[in-house]
């Protein structure tokens, strides 16, 4: 039984004095990911994470981990100590354990990042081949096709063997590039946009605004499904609920219909912004895309985000719409998204919106309209929940 895997990361290797800080924050995702099985170890070692498995089953490990941000590929693997007769037996053994699907032909490739070891590359793999090919009569060598490639790699702390490597989903580990607050909808688009920019690195603090009575408690649970979702792949999100029926009603109250969708989406954006300040969270997020819809013209886009300073980031911008849907099925969220429950943004649409509203057109429209009172009352009525990896609490 496999008893060691290897992750390996990519990009952290590259970041200089900074890398042990991701390191400890890509460990500290892999425990989270890995709670089920408590008698896991994980210990760093030359640029890469050994997950000792003390039983815990490999295939249902690796397919954890292969969720954790960060983790480029991984393997299971034999470590042995180095003698070569050993690495030899425990390379046969390994192959015959990894190779249920009866392999005929097979290469070794070693590598040798000790270099006070005795053999050279060449050799291992000469004399690991070699042992493999007697404890397995009918085997062939074949270097260019193989069916089977089997590492070997002396390094001083021991003998590592290796089949497949799984590739895993990459990117920066969740939490190592600080907080962003995400506009969470329930479409398709906004789950989209936090999953690129958790790949990125960063925490979710999800934010939703949900027009109770308006729209139904069956639009807020797909929202809390999806943001479940999320923290499925970034161990932790929080989720504030923002109370938006006075708003909505304040602007059907106070400025032109034409208008409407605009000066909502400035309102959402004022009060993201404000929990922004409080929780101290750096950017937002949103699922926005170029031209998908009217108020996702350059001219909204300016105009909406007129009202804060912040840096809003738009992952998708430049995304099109069956590339969002391919992700959103392959990050798990599409099904949850599509299901009919009405949102906020498709209660009172207009049956003319200004797809290009200017800034003057919008500060006339918004002259009546008590937009800190409504963003203090939204804000008071905010609720806050945070999703775990497996559940919420
Ligand atoms: P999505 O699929 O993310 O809902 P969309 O194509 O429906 O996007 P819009 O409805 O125009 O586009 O919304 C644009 C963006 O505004 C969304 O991607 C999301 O980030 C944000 N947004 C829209 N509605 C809400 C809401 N009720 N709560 C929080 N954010 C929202
Ligand atoms: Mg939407």
Known sequence: MVEHVIARYGEISLK?????????????????????????????????????????PADEVI?????????ISLSPVEVTDTEISRVIEVAARFVQEQTKDHPQTFKVEARRPNKQYPLNSMEIAAQVGAGILKANPGW??????????????????????????????GGLPVGSGGRVGLLLSGGIDSPVAGWLAMKRGVELEAIHFHSFPFTSERALQ??????????????????????????????RKH??????????????????????????????????????????????????????????????????????????????????SILPFEDCCTIFVPK???????????????????VDELVRGAIERTTLKTFLMDHEV
């Open 140 to 169: 062939s060598v074949d270097v260019h096709t193989p069916d089977l490639t089997v590492f070997v790699e002396l390094r001083s702390e021991g003998a590592f063997i290796y089949g497949e490597k799984v590739p895993a989903v």
């Open 255 to 336: 400025c032109p219909e034409n208008l409407g969708i605009t000066i909502m989406r400035r309102m959402m954006l004022r009060i993201a912004a404000e929990i922004s300040s409080q929780r101290r969270l750096l950017a937002l997020v949103t699922g926005e895309s170029l031209g998908q819809v009217a108020s996702q013209t350059l001219e909204s886009i300016h105009v909406i985000n007129e009202v804060t300073h912040l840096p809003v980031l738009r992952p998708l911008i430049a995304e099109d719409k069956v590339d969002i849907i391919r992700r959103s099925r392959e990050i798990g969220t599409y099904e949850t």
């Open 222 to 251: 797909k929202v809390e499904t999806l943001a479940g979702i999320l923290a499925q792949w970034g161990t932790r999100v929080r989720l504030h609920t923002v109370h938006f029926t006075d708003v909505q009603t304040a602007i």
């Open 16 to 56: 200089g004095k900074n890398r042990s800080d991701f390191e400890r924050v890509l460990v500290r995702n892999m425990q989270r990911a890995l709670e089920l099985w408590p008698q896991v170890r994980l210990e760093r070692t030359s640029g890469r994470i050994m997950v000792t498995l003390n039983e815990a």
């Open 63 to 71: 397919a954890r981990l292969r969720k954790v941000f960060g983790i």
């Open 352 to 370: 003319s919106p200004r797809t290009r509203p200017t800034l003057t057109e919008v500060y006339d429209a918004e002259k009546n309209l008590p």
